[in-house]
């Protein structure tokens, strides 16, 4: 009996916001069609107005494409869609991180089960909201792509640094349609850079703090009731504001890698058709370097491009060094 309750509204949300976004449409479809249908039934071709029937015709082809594209090439639609060619196991996780991650793993499997199976549904808030904290370039974009891709979900990546300076006093309006969307199908909403909004609260001193704050109070709890799936990632979690601290279900740290998994990501990363020179010993760069994935990829692709360009296929150690040496100029340290 809950179950149909739950259908219904579901079914009303659904025809709430397909009269919103496609019905309006729809009616100015149906419109042109007729238009034209007159038209060409009326006058005959090869004057004026068999020229004028082509305007209508191209406002319908307008209209059907737009209905039809997938959301995200809208310009005002401030989500992309994450897709990643690698899988699951490509990941190097540390074991604390891997530990950490299996409760969200769990909700994404179970989430159904839990709430109408057991009918946990009527006492806790659906959705589930989760902080992934951690130096750059350590997987967290990574992991929330893939966390989709093992769960059939989609995952919408909204970068709010870029959120908050470009659609100031828009923004209410353009996260709207990304919870309208994300509700609708299920998606799974990464919000990067999520500092920028939820870092600690300021004072209120100009305008472009004020709207800000206008904008955090809104998207707290716009999250809150989400019933998705919503992950925050944060470089740094101390910069997370406490009032929202407490309300993710969990949190997941992503360190920087410690030599058995900076050995695994550099023992994984070289293209299959490249080969190391034979003074590359990957285990003593492994404990050398303490870099991120995401800078060991760079390098990477670095020795691996300068050997393209000797028209060769032999990563040269010189070139995986100088690579390393530029990582670690780019973070202003010193190898
Ligand atoms: N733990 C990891 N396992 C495998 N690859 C990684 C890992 N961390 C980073 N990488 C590589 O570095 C790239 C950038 O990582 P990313 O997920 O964007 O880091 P973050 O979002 O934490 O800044 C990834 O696409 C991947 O190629
Ligand atoms: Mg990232």
């Not at 579901?10 to 025809?15: R, S």
């Not at 709010?160 to 909403?189: C, D, H, P």
């Not at 404990?287 to 032999?314: D, H, P, W």
């Amino acid at each position: 009996m809950s179950d149909n309750k739950t259908l219904k509204a579901v079914d009303q949300k659904i025809f709430k916001s397909y009269f919103e976004d496609g019905l309006l449409d729809m009616f100015l479809a149906a419109f042109f069609l007729m238009f034209t249908v007159v038209l060409f039934l009326s006058v005959p071709l090869g004057d004026f107005w068999g020229t004028m029937i082509f305007l209508p015709f191209l406002g319908m082809v307008y209209l059907v494409l737009r209905y039809i594209r997938d959301p995200e090439t809208g310009v005002d639609f401030p989500a992309k869609r994450l897709d990643t060619g690698l899988d699951w196991d490509d990941i190097v996780f540390a074991p604390h991180t891997r530990e950490q991650l299996e409760e969200l793993r769990a909700w994404l499997e179970h989430e159904k089960e839990l709430l109408d199976g057991w009918q946990f549904r009527k006492y806790i808030k659906p959705g589930y909201r989760c902080l992934f904290y951690g130096p750059p370039g350590t997987g967290k974009t990574l992991t929330a792509g893939l966390l989709g891709k093992i769960s059939g979900r989609a995952v919408y990546r909204i970068d709010l640094s870029q959120l908050v300076s470009k659609y100031i006093g828009e923004t209410e309006k353009n996260l709207e349609k990304i919870f309208t969307q994300a509700e609708m199908r299920n998606w799974i909403l990464f919000f990067d850079e999520a500092d920028a909004i939820f870092g600690k609260r300021t004072t209120i001193s100009d305008a472009h703090d004020r709207y800000a704050n206008q904008g955090t109070s809104y998207l707290l709890q716009r999250i809150e009731d989400c019933p998705n799936v919503v992950i925050l990632a944060s470089n740094n979690k101390s910069n997370i504001d406490d009032a929202f601290f407490r309300r993710f279900q969990s949190t997941v740290y992503f360190p920087i890698p410690r030599k058995p998994e900076r050995l695994k990501l550099w023992e994984q990363g070289f293209s299959p058709v490249s080969t190391l020179e034979s003074d590359i010993q990957l285990e003593e760069i492994a404990e050398q370097y303490e870099m991120a994935g995401g800078a060991i990829m760079n390098v990477i692709r670095f020795a691996s491009l300068m050997a393209i360009k000797k028209k060769s296929r032999v990563i040269a150690y010189d070139d995986l060094v100088s690579g390393i040496q530029r990582e670690f100029n780019k973070e202003g340290r010193t190898v």
